[in-house]
């Protein structure tokens, strides 16, 4: 079992910054690939970055160049650098972890989500 706890959301003025972290539990970790999605009030959830177990980087497209994903593989955490942040980028935040093994099987593990709000 993988367990999963963010941290690091809070309130932050547009143009601000905030550093996501997410702390995994439990073994093999480095066998995951790792995500951030995110939900805003009344809209479906959606992904905003992914990293692999060896590091390859993918982030959408409404906050590329804003927004780094990274992985310390080391430490079992995986973070978000969010910079710039706009109103927009409101919503609960959280970080994702799946498998698809060899044989064709699928681990999915979830954390609790932080809160990330974007006002004046």
């Known amino acids: 079992q993988v367990q999963l706890v963010e941290s690091g959301g809070g309130l932050v003025q547009p143009g601000g910054s905030l550093r996501l972290s997410c702390a995994a539990s439990?073994?093999?970790?480095?066998?995951?690939?790792m995500a951030w999605y995110r939900q805003a009030s009344g809209k479906q959830r959606e992904l905003v970055a992914t990293i692999s177990v060896g590091g390859s980087a993918f982030v959408a497209d409404s906050v590329k160049g804003r927004f780094t994903i990274s992985r310390d593989n080391a430490k079992n955490t995986v973070y978000l650098q969010m910079n710039n942040l706009k109103p927009e980028d409101t919503a609960v935040y959280y970080c994702?972890?799946?498998?698809?093994?060899?044989?064709?099987?699928?681990?999915?593990?979830w954390g609790q989500g932080t809160q990330v709000t974007v006002s004046s």
């Open positions: 439990g073994n093999f970790f480095s066998f995951y690939t």
């Open positions: 994702n972890a799946v498998r698809t093994s060899i044989t064709g099987v699928r681990s999915d593990f």
